[in-house]
């Protein structure tokens, strides 16, 4: 189990986690034979998709038919919604949604998260660096012109807890506001000093649970938290045209997202679970990049299809299952399952550890 630092956490560099990684770089691999300009147009449809699906995460108003007036400038997203001061309860509470129509505090979060994701690769360049300058420079945009600047990228004075957004269930605590700063100084030190000899997933899968855990800032750790993720990704070369929109598979379960954070605390801080929860969806969007782009995939063998054959769609095949019916040992089952999940005939069941996989429908 590789060691982190006591604030920061740990992790068991696991197989289905070294599998996942070197799935994300043949993608990467692959996607950087595509046309620049193909990357660039479904670069900018991601952006959108997963601009939406952070704001969901955060339980934001947001609607498809607001988020669409903004891409098409019906609606500016300008309306200044900010209130001086900093309030206990978060970004709802910062923002004093209920003073506010709904759909014009959506509009703003939208087109703040857009300018967010346009100013990644400044991020990106100032990360292993200037960690926190590169913080700072995301989470002013997310909170331009919703939360008092003084505060929005001041660490929090005040408790905050992160609560279910449907039955207001409280799933976990952050920690005491006077811990707060010597937390993220611990965080911005180890991106300066030891995230570059570890894989990009596990960096960006570890500060992306460190923000959500910890809820450092008054108001849009969630947000902040998927942006600095993205940035690694960007600064090692991951996915620098952001083609990937994990925050879409995330959103579709939300309290499992949440529950996860609060999961990984009862760990006393193993981060293992959450490393592949969230590498999972990302490692899958990578390589439906490399599908719909008509890049290089690898040929699963013959005896793959014969398999595949015998799985209605949504049916489940378990490693151990696969290589019975295959005639291979277990090595050789992951390398086919694998590259079954590369041309989108499989998918892993988050939470197995890849050791349980589903039929497509359509793969």
């Not at 760990?267 to 290089?296: F, K, M």
């Amino acid at each position: 189990m590789a060691e982190l630092g006591a604030a920061i956490g740990r992790y068991t560099a696991s197989p289905h986690l070294r599998r996942l990684e070197a799935r994300a770089q043949a993608a990467a691999a692959a996607l950087g034979a595509v046309p620049p300009a193909a990357r660039r147009a479904r670069g900018a449809e991601a952006v959108r998709r997963a601009a939406l699906a952070s704001l969901r995460l955060d339980a934001s108003p947001i609607t498809d038919a607001t988020a669409a007036a903004v891409d098409a400038g019906a609606v500016s997203g300008q309306v200044d919604v900010a209130r001086p001061g900093e309030r206990a309860g978060g970004w709802a509470a910062a923002l004093k949604l209920d003073e506010r129509a709904t759909d014009e505090v959506a509009a703003r979060e939208y087109a703040n998260l857009l300018a967010a994701h346009r100013a990644l690769d400044e991020a990106a360049a100032a990360l292993a660096d200037a960690p926190a300058t590169a913080a700072a420079t995301l989470h002013a945009r997310v909170c331009d012109g919703l939360v008092d600047p003084a505060a929005a990228t001041r660490p929090r004075r005040v408790a905050l807890d992160v609560h279910d957004g449907a039955q207001g269930q409280l799933l976990y605590r952050g920690p005491d506001p006077e811990a707060v700063p010597g937390l993220l100084e611990g965080l911005w030190r180890f991106l300066r000093q030891e995230a570059a000899a570890l894989p990009a997933l596990i960096v960006a899968g570890v500060l992306h649970e460190r923000l959500l855990a910890w809820q450092p800032y008054p108001a849009a750790n969630g947000r902040l938290a998927r942006l600095l993720s993205r940035a690694v990704l960007v600064e090692r070369g991951l996915d620098p045209d952001g083609l990937a929109a994990p925050e879409v598979a995330l959103a579709a379960e939300p309290l499992a997202y949440h529950a996860e954070v609060a999961a990984t605390g009862r760990r006393r801080g193993d981060l293992t679970a959450w490393l592949e929860r969230v590498s999972e969806p990302l490692v899958a969007d990578l390589e439906a990049a490399v599908r719909e782009l008509d890049g290089p995939l690898p040929a699963p063998p013959a005896r793959s299809s014969v398999v595949l054959g015998r799985l209605a769609p949504g049916e489940a095949v378990t490693v151990a299952e696969y290589a019975a019916a295959a005639g291979v040992d277990r090595d050789e089952a992951e390398g086919d399952l694998v590259r079954l999940c590369q041309i989108g005939a499989l998918r892993e069941e988050a939470g197995t550890h890849g050791l349980r996989l589903c039929r497509v429908d359509g793969g």
